[in-house]
């Protein structure tokens, strides 16, 4: 039956200790046997190859993705790194945004080149230009210089939250043989569906929105069963599985997750709408269905550094997705790779503060904010 996502949220995870209501954590490394014969037909017999939480995790996001199969990693990174790994080898080419998530661009730009798989970093979003990409790649492959060409897109930009064109991309990848990846850490399976938009692979940083509760650290990977299988290799000789504990706090965090979104971003929307109606000029960020909201307070990083330190409420720090409001400087942690010039070209300026909206009454949001915008405009004296 299909039942609507509020329903397999509040239902996720089957949990495989036979009598239990709940998951049951198992924190055990191994298995043990009392006969050679089950050994044989056993499925998880050494944690480094999954555990029943993990299991119970990467089959609840399946399902929440509308996936043939899911597997549960240690972080977003690791299940990014798996995903990539098992689509692409030596002699492929990844096209991959140019202002992804910091970690993203981190791995790809140091660590691809060990694999002789090349990255080109392209504005994707950019359908025009994403289609002169990929013909020009395809044509290379077809003439035999390079091999299969995968493409990695976000559903929403960090941090400016541009959307991007799911389908139309897809479209763009199926027309020149691509495999299509997309991180829907921000989106999550409550928004969008990558799969059913014709994406072959989703992955996600379930630190973020799926566990909701700034506790846990996991990453997911959807597909089919032959990616999946594939990235499940990756995991277990890489050490990349999620660990027991951090996998049961993510599926109870799931139980809540449309609840969670559909209150954040209500939340997210009517502060986005104060925030552009407000008396000094902020420049604002935002999407439909997104609860994180990009705000260019006055007076660059004097601006954003006074901001954040009149907040009472609202706490810096370097993640989101919790039920707390969070803020983070996107110029100075999560996008300080960029050279500046670069940074600033692509709207990521110094008095640009990201913010994660939590599940505070929108009014008290709000003051705070207010607060911050007000001592940042504050730090303004005749010369600057
Ligand atoms: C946080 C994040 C990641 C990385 O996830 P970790 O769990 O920190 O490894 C990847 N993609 C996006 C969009 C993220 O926000």
Same mark, same amino acid.
């Given at each position: 039956m299909d039942f609507e996502v509020a329903t397999l949220c509040c239902h *996720?995870?089957?949990?495989?200790?036979?009598? *239990?209501a709940k998951q049951v954590l198992c924190l055990a490394s191994a298995n043990k046997f009392d006969k050679f014969s089950d050994y044989a037909e056993a499925a998880h017999v050494y944690r480094r190859y999954g555990s029943p939480n993990t299991k119970e995790l990467g089959d609840a996001i399946a399902l929440l993705e509308g996936g043939e199969s899911g597997l549960a990693c240690s972080s977003g990174m690791g299940a990014i790194l798996a995903a990539l790994l098992a689509v692409c080898k030596r002699g492929d080419v990844l096209v991959a945004p140019r202002d992804p998530y910091g970690g993203t661009y981190d791995l790809l730009v140091n660590d691809f080149d060990r694999f002789g798989i090349s990255v080109r970093l392209e504005d994707v979003l950019d359908l025009v230009r994403l289609d002169a990409t990929l013909s020009e790649l395809y044509a290379a492959a077809t003439a035999g210089v390079s091999g299969r060409i995968a493409v990695f897109v976000e559903t929403f930009s960090n941090p400016l939250v541009k959307v991007a064109d799911i389908p139309a991309i897809s479209k763009l990848c199926k027309k020149y043989g691509c495999v299509l990846i997309v991180d829907n850490t921000f989106g999550t399976p409550v928004q969008l569906k990558p799969l059913k938009q014709g994406a072959d692979m989703v992955v996600h940083s379930a630190t973020k929105f799926l566990g909701g509760h700034n506790d846990a650290m996991a990453g997911a990977l959807v597909g089919s069963s032959e990616y999946v299988t594939s990235a499940a290799g990756i995991v277990a000789r890489w050490g990349l599985a999620a660990s027991p504990f951090d996998s049961w706090l993510v599926l109870r965090g799931i139980q809540t997750l449309k609840v969670r979104i559909q209150r954040q971003w209500q939340s997210a929307s009517i502060l986005s709408q104060r925030l552009s109606a407000h008396p000094l000029p902020l420049r604002v960020h935002a999407a439909q269905g997104c609860s994180i909201v990009a705000l260019e307070v006055p007076n660059g990083l004097d601006g954003a550094a006074a901001a954040i330190d009149a907040f009472q409420m609202i706490t810096l720090c370097?993640?989101?997705?919790?039920?707390t409001t969070t803020v983070s400087h996107s110029a100075s942690s999560s996008h300080s790779f960029l050279p500046r010039d670069q940074r600033i070209a692509l709207g990521i300026t110094d008095g640009l503060l990201r913010i994660s909206v939590g599940l505070e009454h929108v009014d008290d949001i709000w003051a705070d904010l207010e607060r911050g915008i007000f001592a940042a405009a504050a730090t303004s004296h005749p010369g600057r």
């Amino acid at each position: 039956m299909d039942f609507e996502v509020a329903t397999l949220c509040c239902h *996720s995870g089957k949990p495989l200790a036979k009598g *239990s209501a709940k998951q049951v954590l198992c924190l055990a490394s191994a298995n043990k046997f009392d006969k050679f014969s089950d050994y044989a037909e056993a499925a998880h017999v050494y944690r480094r190859y999954g555990s029943p939480n993990t299991k119970e995790l990467g089959d609840a996001i399946a399902l929440l993705e509308g996936g043939e199969s899911g597997l549960a990693c240690s972080s977003g990174m690791g299940a990014i790194l798996a995903a990539l790994l098992a689509v692409c080898k030596r002699g492929d080419v990844l096209v991959a945004p140019r202002d992804p998530y910091g970690g993203t661009y981190d791995l790809l730009v140091n660590d691809f080149d060990r694999f002789g798989i090349s990255v080109r970093l392209e504005d994707v979003l950019d359908l025009v230009r994403l289609d002169a990409t990929l013909s020009e790649l395809y044509a290379a492959a077809t003439a035999g210089v390079s091999g299969r060409i995968a493409v990695f897109v976000e559903t929403f930009s960090n941090p400016l939250v541009k959307v991007a064109d799911i389908p139309a991309i897809s479209k763009l990848c199926k027309k020149y043989g691509c495999v299509l990846i997309v991180d829907n850490t921000f989106g999550t399976p409550v928004q969008l569906k990558p799969l059913k938009q014709g994406a072959d692979m989703v992955v996600h940083s379930a630190t973020k929105f799926l566990g909701g509760h700034n506790d846990a650290m996991a990453g997911a990977l959807v597909g089919s069963s032959e990616y999946v299988t594939s990235a499940a290799g990756i995991v277990a000789r890489w050490g990349l599985a999620a660990s027991p504990f951090d996998s049961w706090l993510v599926l109870r965090g799931i139980q809540t997750l449309k609840v969670r979104i559909q209150r954040q971003w209500q939340s997210a929307s009517i502060l986005s709408q104060r925030l552009s109606a407000h008396p000094l000029p902020l420049r604002v960020h935002a999407a439909q269905g997104c609860s994180i909201v990009a705000l260019e307070v006055p007076n660059g990083l004097d601006g954003a550094a006074a901001a954040i330190d009149a907040f009472q409420m609202i706490t810096l720090c370097p993640s989101l997705g919790g039920v707390t409001t969070t803020v983070s400087h996107s110029a100075s942690s999560s996008h300080s790779f960029l050279p500046r010039d670069q940074r600033i070209a692509l709207g990521i300026t110094d008095g640009l503060l990201r913010i994660s909206v939590g599940l505070e009454h929108v009014d008290d949001i709000w003051a705070d904010l207010e607060r911050g915008i007000f001592a940042a405009a504050a730090t303004s004296h005749p010369g600057r």
